[in-house]
């Protein structure tokens, strides 16, 4: 079965610099998830998109900005990177009515020196 | 603050004994439950949910269990095999947030023959 797709699978970026995070859903599935986990901790939420309009957001810094496209692959995009930034961000993706059972991807290791 | 806490971050079980996995919650505003598996370099696989209005759901050789006045869910794997040696992740999806997922810090469970 098609599982959810992340690329790159490993990023290293300097301080300041921009970085983008793909991610391609289950098919059919509307909704689209992104957390953050950093060394050590639990995933954190971050954003999620329903039908390509933001449905949730969370503790998502203003330099982060995100979006969901009309194939519902979305765009995770980080600017001005800070060493703090350096964790493992995945994407979920559901469907709306079954919003709870969520499936991940093997997620992006962003680096940042 | 941490929502959904597991207090043991790791176990250590027996081939073809019982390992229950435990987990407590804060919110009483969570309608979901869930517990995602994950291997090194991979995202978390979703195992089994059970609703806020249920107290028992049962997948084969995994059931989760769920006390709500103790704010207390735990999963059960029986009988336990090399193979389900991961970390576990309960997580909890409030009605109102669409999905957000409140992690726990996870438990590593391992399983010896």
């Known amino acids: 079965a098609a599982g959810v797709i992340q690329s790159p699978r490993h990023l290293i970026k300097e301080k300041r610099e921009t970085a983008t995070l793909k991610c391609y859903p289950i098919p059919r599935h509307d909704t689209v998830y992104w957390y953050q986990q950093g060394p050590g901790q639990d995933p954190q939420f971050l954003i999620s998109f329903y039908e390509k309009m933001q449905s949730d957001k969370g503790s998502i810094p203003d330099r982060f900005s995100a979006q969901q496209f009309s194939d519902y692959h979305s765009e995770l995009n980080m600017s001005s990177l800070e060493l703090g930034d350096s964790a493992l961000y995945f994407c979920a993706s559901s469907l709306i009515s079954t919003y709870y059972e969520q499936y991940f991807g093997p997620g992006t290791r962003l680096t940042v020196t | 603050d941490q929502q959904v806490k597991q207090n043991s971050p790791s176990l250590s079980v027996q081939e073809g004994r019982i390992s229950i996995l435990n987990c407590d919650y804060t919110?009483?505003?969570?309608?979901?439950f869930l517990w995602y598996k994950k291997y090194p370099a991979e995202g978390p696989t979703f195992l089994i949910s059970i609703s806020s209005i249920k107290d028992k759901n049962e997948d084969g050789r995994f059931t989760v269990f769920l006390n709500k006045s103790a704010k207390h869910l735990s999963l059960h794997i029986v009988p336990s095999q090399p193979g389900d040696s991961a970390v576990y992740f309960c997580a909890a999806s409030e009605g109102t947030t669409l999905g957000r997922l409140y992690f726990g810090r996870g438990t590593q469970l391992t399983v010896w023959p």
């Open positions: 919110n009483s505003m969570f309608d979901y």
